[in-house]
């Protein structure tokens, strides 16, 4: 595979199509700033939450407001710091009003989800909230019934160990969630201490059969072919 900083440069350039994205005519429309995502390129754990809210389209960074203080503390109660880890959203944009993401904004946006996670590769994912748990388990199966479940999950071209958690952003008012949520981000380091899942065997591109050059070889070479009189 290509070196971390390959895969860096490589990032940094999804980042620059995303800058000027148009495919949410609505959102394009609305948004202050895309909101890529932040953190280590090659973060051994990424964060995926539903889409930036009113701070984080002022900002251009994902979680700076009252939800991503609470990220900011879970993590250090992990002994982690937004350094560590790669953070971004199902939506780059931030949905007027913080309405939810409509299925066509996921469908447009998803590339770049899946293109962050192939270049980043992380080995443990943490889907925060429904949205993203929905989209990368490519299931209806909501977050109140996986949270607190570890898998391994092929996405795109690579397996990820997939960890699924409730919003930080529900977990705020309601204090049984955010002690689910403590109990959960809890066992985070042990998912990291684990060897890294087996990747699948990289599909290569079919190869190219190039037809062959015609060269006429005679049968049964004449005199004059062989040079003789
Ligand atoms: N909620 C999210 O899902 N993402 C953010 O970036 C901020 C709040």
Redesign the pocket.
Known sequence: MSSASERREELKAVWEQARTCQRCPQLAGTRTTV?FGSGNADADLMFV?????AN?DKQGL??V?Q??RLLDTLLSEIGLTRGDVFVA?VLKCRPPGNRDPLPQEIDSCQEYLFRQLELIEPKVVCT?GNFATKLLRDDMTGITRLHGRDELRQIGPRVVRLYPLF?P?AALYTPAMLATLRADFARIPELLARPAPEQPEPVLPEPVIEEPELVLVPDDPGDEQLGLF
Do not use: C, I, K
Request: glycine share 24%; aromatic share 6%.
């Open positions: 909101v939450g539903e889409a930036p809210g984080e994902p979680f407001g939800a991503g959203n925060l919003h952003a």
